[in-house]
């Protein structure tokens, strides 16, 4: 909470991911395409079309619905990148829908020296005296998503503010995470406990890890595929309402 899903995408078979995601409609949560490897094209019922290339990302607001496919722009070569859910309030799940494409190029790279760099994709970086903001700010769960860098035994130290939830996930390499120096495994999650700071250590041969933490919601969950609401009678409703034809015309 607030996160309801990362899924990572990595595989240098055109036939694993040619497919695509052909049109098919979100409800009451965000997704968020964080690009690593390849190149996607993302077109929505807003009338929104991105193109989406190396370190850029997608940040959509499914709100009270899109429908939207994202297919591969490449025939051969690797694919590979990350798609975030974040879950959105009650409150907020009915707004309207949006949509913003942010470039590699205006997503600030922090280097915090020692063989440890910071992609401060959504939130505020805060480092010694100085903050760096990301593009994505203003969102209510308040979320964090940072792309830490680290050379071989380089260590990261940083705050989390207090309250929220954060986990990592090492996509490249393995860490030692906290004074205790937990093991984050290749490819593990790890969910960081209560407190306010975080220290991440790399291991032999470096590590690329996403820091993610957000407000807590802290309301019920009813999932049904590519809607997320809070009762069981919405998600009857987002599936009668998708049925219908409302979601494209609701943009
Ligand atoms: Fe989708």
Do not use: C
Not at 62 to 69: M, V, Y
Not at 140 to 164: C, I, K, N, Q, S
């Amino acid at each position: 909470d607030p996160f309801l899903m990362l899924d990572e995408f990595y595989s240098d078979d055109p036939d694993d991911y040619l497919a695509g995601f052909p049109s098919h409609p979100h409800r009451g949560f965000e997704t968020v395409t964080y690009m690593l490897d390849g190149h996607m094209q993302h077109q929505d019922s807003g009338g929104n079309t991105g193109d989406l290339g190396p370190g850029d990302v997608q940040w959509m607001t499914a709100a009270r619905g899109i429908i939207h496919s994202e297919m591969p722009q490449q025939s051969e070569g690797r694919m590979r990148g990350f798609q975030l859910w974040l879950n959105l309030p009650a409150k907020e799940k009915m707004k309207p829908a949006a949509y913003s494409d942010v470039p590699s190029a205006a997503i600030p790279v922090v280097h915090l020296g020692q063989g440890v760099s910071v992609k401060v994709i959504a939130g505020t970086l805060e480092h010694g005296e100085k903050k760096t903001a990301g593009p994505i700010q203003g969102i209510g769960t308040d979320p964090r998503y940072f792309d830490v860098h680290l050379d071989a035994r380089a260590v990261f130290e940083g705050t989390v503010p207090a309250g929220h939830n954060a986990f990592l996930y090492a996509y490249e390499g393995e860490a030692a995470i906290g004074d205790d120096r937990k093991a984050l495994a290749h490819r593990a999650a790890g969910l960081l406990s209560d407190g306010d700071t975080v220290r991440i250590e790399a291991g032999e041969k470096g590590a690329r890890v996403l820091l993610l933490s957000g407000k807590p919601i802290r309301e019920p969950i009813v999932q049904y595929g590519p809607f997320v609401m809070n009762t069981r009678e919405e998600i009857e409703r987002a599936v009668n309402d998708y049925q219908s034809g409302a979601f494209a015309k609701e943009q």
